[in-house]
């Protein structure tokens, strides 16, 4: 986290940068695991980079989680990630390409019953929740300047909720303004690790945008160099891609890279294109340098990495 914040303060001279607890510092500092002032901050700031958040069991031994209660509180309807390959020898060279996917977190209600033979799961999903993230995607999509887009869903298993996805989508994009089509998720995944770079922009069904965040992240160098962004109307919650565990990672040695892409993203929906753009630029360069941690092929420190990359903004 440190790393965002230097990160934030070397691209812009003008940003205020502002620090609220939750989890386990919060409930050191007031007996709760989100107490109202960081709830308050996030509402008022709207753009939000979060560390990592245990779950926790309450008295009654069910598992909750300060940050999932977050992002229900702010609506935040629907996830993206931007996959990147920051050196050739990381994966896919040049790979740059855009994930959608509604948060179900937020967008849908499951149950699950216990009988004698088993459990039933039902799930219901509000249509609103495809609809009102495919809009932000079209949005993002528009601005970038970019043209193409697939939408993946698996209407062999789910027929009615992936054709529900799919009408949002055709209501949406538009063939003539960009180059779409609908692909089930088994084809996609096929033909994306023979030719990634087909598509600028995937528009997922829920059920399995995981799996093919699970992919592009393996073709763009793995899970903790790339952020999470929660989007809502007025909040976007970033949780940067974290290590499993930290057990194995020796003592200030954490690869800090998908912190300071977090820091791209947030200056990126602030309306600073520039400056985000400029912090992609240096982590790249410092990549291509040979200037890393150790999980990537270096030797750097975390703080030494963060001043090379600091350097190149």
């Given at each position: 986290m440190p790393a965002a914040e230097r990160t934030i303060s070397m691209a812009t001279s003008d940003v205020e940068i502002v620090r609220g607890d939750i989890g386990f510092a919060a409930y050191e500092r007031t007996g709760e695991l989100l107490p109202h002032d960081t709830t308050d901050l996030v509402r008022e700031c709207g753009n939000v980079i979060c560390g990592p958040v245990k779950d926790y069991r309450d008295e009654g031994g069910k598992t909750v989680n300060p940050l999932k209660s977050l992002k229900v509180s702010l609506d935040l309807y629907a996830i993206v990630r931007c996959f990147r390959t920051l050196s050739d020898d990381l994966g896919v060279p040049g790979l740059d390409i855009t994930l959608w996917a509604s948060n179900m977190?937020?967008?849908?209600?499951?149950?699950e019953s216990r009988d004698i033979d088993g459990i039933t799961i039902s799930k219901y999903i509000r249509s609103s929740s495809y609809s009102r993230m495919m809009a932000r995607a079209l949005t993002d999509l528009e601005l970038s300047g970019r043209g193409s887009v697939v939408c993946v869903t698996q209407d062999t298993l789910f027929?009615?909720?992936?054709?529900?996805?799919s009408e949002a989508f055709d209501s949406l994009f538009d063939p003539s303004?960009?180059?779409t089509c609908h692909w089930n998720i088994q084809y996609w995944a096929s033909k994306f690790v023979?030719?990634?770079?087909?598509f600028d922009y995937i528009v997922c069904a829920d059920l399995y945008s995981n799996v093919a965040a699970g992919i592009?992240?393996?073709?763009?160098g793995g899970n903790r160099l790339t952020p999470i962004a929660y989007v809502g109307e007025d909040c976007n919650l970033i949780v940067p891609g974290l290590y499993k565990t930290f057990e194995d990672v020796p003592k200030g040695y954490a690869n800090p890279t998908s912190a300071i892409s977090s820091a791209a993203m947030s200056l990126f929906d602030m309306g600073r294109k520039d400056e985000a753009l400029s912090i992609v630029r240096?982590?790249?360069e410092t990549y291509d340098a040979g200037e890393r941690t150790p999980d990537v092929g270096g030797t750097l420190t975390t703080e030494d990495f963060t001043d090379r990359?600091?350097?190149r903004i």
């Open positions: 977190t937020v967008g849908s209600d499951i149950v027929p009615d909720s992936s054709n529900m996805f303004a960009f180059r023979r030719d990634p770079k087909e592009m992240a393996g073709m763009t240096a982590l790249k990359v600091l350097s």
